[in-house]
T-cell receptor, first 112, second 113 residues
Framework: DTGVSQNPRHKITKRGQNVTFRCDPI?????LYWYRQTLGQGPEFLTY????????KSRLLSDRFSAERPKGSFSTLEIQRTEQGDSAMYLC??????????FGPGTRLTVL | QKEVEQNSGPLSVPEGAIASLNCTYS??????FFWYRQYSGKSPELIMF????GDKEDGRFTAQLNKASQYVSLLIRDSQPSDSATYLC?????????????FGIGTKLQVIP
């Protein structure tokens, strides 16, 4: 296990379509985080899991966004009815408890 | 007031000089502080973390924390062109029993050969 992996790396979709991203964390890490980053900004927190439990969800996350981590391993982030404003880099990070987070390569979403 | 503030830069330094990157935060309950480096189009990469007041050194990098002033900095000695990147300050606090990590917008560093 060499780090956090994310798939796909790039996604182009049309407005109104649904998209799903996957994140595989470092295997021994129990916490998994999703962030969104737009150009010129730092990563913006979306949600995080401890094992399979989703413990916190940003108020910025609309009802069109949902995340799961069904067995406490990989996680998926789904965006329904995509909008052009959803275009961003979606980053996943993992950590062991409260320790430092390690990021995956990200999924770049473009909504046309 | 933003929770974590950084000057977006760019900060330009000549090769071999010391680059000083600064970050202030608003939550006095913040516990841990992280510096990430992010190359254009890539994801953030952890450089250093610091929990206690004072300095922490790792190779050419030194993190400095002053909780009383709510200030954390990163010094890069002997700056190299390969250090040119955006440096993100991240601050961790526990709120309502949950861990919260907030990032600044990042400072763009340019090391001029």
């Amino acid at each position: 296990d060499t780090g956090v992996s994310q798939n796909p790396r790039h996604k182009i979709t049309k407005r109104g379509q649904n998209v799903t991203f996957r994140c595989d964390p470092i295997s021994e890490h129990n916490r998994l985080y999703w962030y969104r980053q737009t150009l010129g900004q730092g990563p913006e927190f979306l949600t995080y899991f401890q094992n399979e439990a989703q413990l916190e969800k940003s108020r910025l996350l609309s009802d069109r966004f949902s995340a799961e981590r069904p067995k406490g391993s990989f996680s998926t982030l789904e965006i329904q009815r995509t909008e052009q404003g959803d275009s961003a880099m979606y980053l996943c990070a993992s950590s062991w408890d409260y320790n430092e987070q390690f990021f995956g390569p990200g999924t770049r979403l473009t909504v046309l | 007031q933003k929770e974590v503030e950084q000057n977006s830069g760019p900060l330009s330094v000549p090769e071999g000089a010391i680059a000083s990157l600064n970050c202030t935060y608003s939550d006095r309950g913040s516990q841990s502080f992280f510096w990430y480096r992010q190359y254009s189009g890539k994801s953030p990469e952890l450089i250093m973390f610091i929990y206690s007041n004072g300095d922490k050194e790792d190779g050419r990098f030194t993190a400095q924390l002053n909780k009383a002033s709510q200030y954390v900095s990163l010094l890069i000695r002997d700056s190299q062109p390969s250090d040119s990147a955006t440096y993100l300050c991240a601050v961790k606090a526990t709120s309502g029993g949950y861990q919260k990590v907030t990032f600044g917008i990042g400072t763009k560093l340019q090391v001029i050969p």
